[in-house]
């Protein structure tokens, strides 16, 4: 069984992920991690934190002379701003954050002790994870991609049909979006609302191209693969909504309008993935009865503004219960580029995740032939 858990503080001496499971074999190019993240740090509207620290993975185990070994890999990511036991006392909780209700729920009388895990920061180590397992689906010609398709309310309406175009335009946009005509609102947008004080919120699209039908489940509730993308999305910090396919709109529609139809073509280039069998639409996302049915899965995730602002908003000082306001942490304004990268990552872990349920082997040989096994059949 595939997973992964991470550890570390914000401000402590590094993040940990440690990730079980992953077969042997797999050749593990370190630029590759370290790329995914420098993405995850860049993007307009990050804040001062972005350019104290520079994210490089260190492999403490798992991996000999580049290939994997079968074992627990275990990834750090050192923080440069290391001064945890420095940093005052948070006693003013911030609206939005899991202040307040962490120091009720440990008893806690310094909110520092919450934040510090809380923070985003965390996500780091979720994106070297996803980095290590993109490398194992592009083995199998698994490309998963994503994007920024909004923010504040600016959002494209585009929907992206090539996503080797998609990430050629997204490398060169700041706001990690493939629609040029929303990018200069968006960055005007930005700068606006950073001298306010406020922050922003946005829509995250992730594509996963190149899978075959049968990821997933319909036998139990917690084996259906877009459940699993919906809380593997819902886990990362401030996303608070999330849509499969056509999503929140399939309510609105009539079911003539919202399934998609079912064809075949014999010579279709996806043949070994689908059996032959096509759809001229995908409005539910690639995923039919919990099961990946072939198409391109498409999942979209809705994130709150940063609840860190320096226009403060009220609170109460959860010892003296005087009116406050809110504490203000060094923070972003807008972080949905970042939260793109570490969607992407986490979509492609609960991919991998299935697809080594379905095809899993001790080692990367071992994988590839029952895989190869299993589309042959198809």
């Known amino acids: 069984m595939l997973y992964f858990k991470t550890a570390g503080e914000s401000h402590g001496k590094c993040l940990i992920a440690m990730v079980e499971g992953f077969p042997a074999g797999v050749f593990i190019d370190e630029a590759v991690i370290n790329a995914e993240l420098k993405r995850r740090q860049g993007g307009l509207g990050r804040g ?7 994210d490089h993975i260190e492999i403490l185990s798992g991996v000999r002379k580049n290939v994997t070994l079968g074992s627990p890999i275990c990834l750090m990511i050192k923080n440069r701003d290391f001064k945890i036991d420095e940093l005052p006392a948070v006693t003013r909780p911030r609206p939005g954050h899991a202040d307040l209700a962490g120091v009720i729920k440990y008893n806690q009388k310094d909110a520092r002790n919450i934040l510090e895990r809380a923070s985003a920061r965390e996500t780091a180590a979720r994106v070297a994870a996803g980095a290590l397992v993109k490398i194992l689906l592009s083995q199998f010609g698994i490309d998963v991609f994503g994007y920024v398709k909004g923010v504040g309310g600016i959002n494209s309406d585009k929907f992206l049909r090539d996503i080797r175009v998609g990430r050629q335009i997204r490398e060169k946009s700041p706001m990690y979006c493939v629609d040029h005509e929303i990018e200069a609102k968006i960055v005007e947008k930005i700068t606006a609302t950073t001298e306010k004080g406020d922050s922003l919120g ?37 996303i608070k909504g999330v849509e499969v396919g056509l999503g ?9 309008e919202v399934h998609d139809e079912i064809f075949y073509e014999k ?17 539910a996302g690639g995923i039919e009865g919990g099961i990946s049915n072939g198409e391109p899965i498409v999942v979209r995730a809705y994130m709150k503004p940063i609840p860190t602002l320096r226009k403060s908003l009220r609170s109460v000082d959860f010892l ?53 096994g299993y589309v042959s059949n198809v």
């Open 48 to 54: 001062g934190r972005m350019q104290i620290e520079e």
């Open 202 to 238: 946005g829509i995250i699209e992730v594509i996963a191209v190149g899978l075959p039908v049968g990821l997933g489940n319909h036998t139990q509730w917690d084996l259906r693969l877009d459940a699993r993308l919906a809380g593997a999305l819902m886990s990362v910090q401030a």
């Open 248 to 256: 929140c709109d399939a309510a609105n529609k009539f079911g003539s």
């Open 267 to 283: 010579s279709t280039k996806n043949k070994l993935l689908t059996g032959g069998f096509k759809r001229i639409t995908n409005n």
């Open 320 to 372: 003296t219960k005087e009116s406050i306001t809110a504490t203000y942490e060094r923070s972003d304004v807008c972080a949905v580029p970042a939260a793109s990268v570490v969607c992407e990552a986490m979509v492609a872990f609960e991919i991998s995740k299935a697809f080594l349920e379905k095809f899993g082997g001790d080692s990367l040989a071992e994988v590839k032939r029952n895989y190869e």
